[in-house]
């Protein structure tokens, strides 16, 4: 299968987050094959339109394609029959061998943060499971050899435990992302998350001075707010229906790409974007000098995306009939009870920084059920002792 380098245009629609502490400045190249290249930035549209159609016109959001193709990419390891076919399909990577998908994951992994020693760029992945849950070691060898990701045995019925989650999400997003979880429910037995981390600054930065309070207009109000100028050359083209311009971070392996409507709004673009004319948008762009303005803002953003993704073609996964006994058998003792992504993004005019964390919360399909006995009516008692069988007492209670 013919190999590419992981193009720069996948990774700014990617939002360009990824992985493992810089430690060394060792400059790598990540290599994929060209079809999970595809399929994964048609994955990222397919989630976006997805999102936006679940999202009101009048919201910002932030939301990272990445986080949750790997998200998704540990519970594939845990999926079988046709919960494992959906998965995969949803992923654009039917096509594929297990053993293919997770060599690719791994090669994500080791080297997105090594492509640009200028950049702050990781990735975190962990399995928290109660204490009283037994999984299969072959999905945990699968997911710490593949994935990097650490295992910790929990005891889920301890609030603790919540903080401690919590404090993972902060220590794997410069503490951008403090909390994913309110509390644990009594079915929930494992979560996979994802965290992704990204600190880049601008290879041209915009200069304090010429940012100027202007008015933006929004879809519900004009609201007055810092935008950033400067004029400088940058890889830019007018198509038929927006402008596109590529901001580069650090040594340019990492690019902002600003998609601006000529007319018409941002959801008419997005509903036709896929795979195809991203890349021929990307091959129209040319260096030239532009004024570019761009606004100072943040979001943070949490989203339930069970809806999105079972629209995406995910629904096994989610009811009773899952078959997750790659985690723990049989199948249809476990299912997905949510995915859910909290993001985080800073702009200004030294780069950007931003964070996310894909959770997905795995848990029994039914609470196991004990009998109940419930003395709401007359009943008798005995008192006895053991070592000698003797009934010490007897008693009734018919009213109280």
Request: hydrophobic share 40%; glycine share 4%.
């Amino acid at each position: 299968m013919k190999r590419i380098i992981l193009s720069i245009s996948l990774t700014a629609i990617l939002f360009t987050m990824s992985n493992c502490e810089q430690s060394t400045p060792e400059v790598k190249s990540v290599n994929i094959s060209s079809d999970f290249a595809a399929k994964t930035s048609n994955f990222a549209f397919d989630f976006w339109r997805n999102l936006q159609a679940d999202e009101s016109v009048d919201k910002n959001y932030f939301i990272s394609p990445l986080s949750l193709h790997i998200a998704l990419g540990m519970l594939l390891n845990g999926a079988d029959t046709d919960t494992k076919t959906e998965i995969q399909k949803v992923l654009g990577l039917e096509n594929q061998s297990m053993e293919e998908i997770n060599k690719t994951y791994l090669e994500l992994i080791e080297n997105l943060p090594k492509v640009d020693p200028k950049v702050v760029n990781t990735i975190a992945n962990s399995i928290w499971q109660d204490k009283n849950f037994t999984s299969e070691q072959s999905f945990i060898d699968n997911l710490t050899s593949n994935f990097k990701a650490r295992l910790y045995n929990e005891d889920f019925g301890n609030p603790a435990t919540v903080d401690k989650i919590n404090k993972w999400a902060s220590d794997n997003t410069n503490a951008k992302i403090k909390k994913i979880l309110e509390q644990i429910e009594p079915s929930q037995v494992m979560f996979l998350i994802n965290a992704l981390y990204f600190k880049g600054d601008w290879t041209k930065e915009f200069k304090t001075e010429n940012t100027q309070k202007v008015e933006f207009i929004g879809t519900k109000a004009t609201k007055t707010v810092d935008m950033m100028n400067q004029t400088a050359e940058f890889k830019y083209a007018d198509t038929e229906n927006y402008q596109l311009v590529e901001l580069p971070y650090g040594n340019e392996k990492y690019n902002m790409t600003v998609l601006l409507p000529k007319s018409g709004t941002v959801e008419n673009i997005v509903s036709k974007l896929d795979a195809t004319n991203w890349q021929a948008a990307q091959n129209s762009m040319a260096k030239r000098k532009v004024v570019i303005g761009l606004p100072k803002f943040t979001i943070e953003y949490s989203k339930k995306l069970n809806s999105i993704l079972q629209k995406m073609g995910m629904v096994k996964a989610f009811g009773s009939q899952a078959d997750l006994s790659k985690i723990a058998k049989p199948a249809g003792k476990l299912k997905v009870g949510f995915v859910k992504q909290d993001t985080y993004v800073a702009v200004d005019e030294k780069g950007t920084e931003a964070a996310a964390v894909t959770t997905i919360g795995i848990e029994l399909t039914s609470l196991p059920v004990y009998p109940e006995i419930i003395c709401n009516k007359p009943f008798a008692f005995l008192i006895t002792e053991k070592t000698s069988n003797t009934i010490m007492f007897i008693g009734k209670v018919s009213n109280l």
